[in-house]
């Protein structure tokens, strides 16, 4: 009806007063932000109580057990399979770990990869270090205070 009046008055003060308010501009939701988010770390007590894990299940323990290091000499304990497993729970563990222990966890696995392909082939024996394995480990317990 305002239109009519406004077409046959031409007068344009009744339109403004006839339509109704223009919905506010913010009536249309705000487009969502687009910030970066860091993946969450967890703190260093948290990243440490996944490691040590109740004592039977605890993925360092489980590795540790992998390699047996008898008078300058190692061996395995358990087959391949078990500790590709462990590594795995490893690295999501080192996913999540804060700077400094996410490092130490990387270089365990990379020597826990290379225990795992000794144990497969005695051709890769001659690759793994048991004293750097030993070394790794005692860093990882000293960090977390185990």
Known sequence: ??????????CSSA???ALPAAAPSDSFPA???VTPVASAK???????RKLAGPESKAPLSQAVYFVRIQEGTYGFN?????????????RSI?????????????????????????AESPDAASGFDM???????????????L
């Open 1 to 10: 009806m305002a239109l009519a009046l406004m077409l046959l008055t031409g």
């Open 15 to 17: 339109t403004e007063e």
């Open 31 to 33: 487009a969502p932000s």
């Open 42 to 48: 967890d703190p260093l007590e948290e990243s440490c």
């Open 78 to 90: 358990a087959p391949p399979e078990s500790a590709r497993t462990v590594a795995m729970q490893i």
């Open 94 to 118: 080192a996913a999540t770990a804060p700077e400094g222990l996410n490092v130490q966890l990387e270089e365990f696995i990379l020597s826990l990869g290379t225990a795992i392909s000794a």
């Open 131 to 145: 004293f750097a394995w030993q070394s790794t480990i005692a860093d990882i317990q000293a960090t977390c205070g």
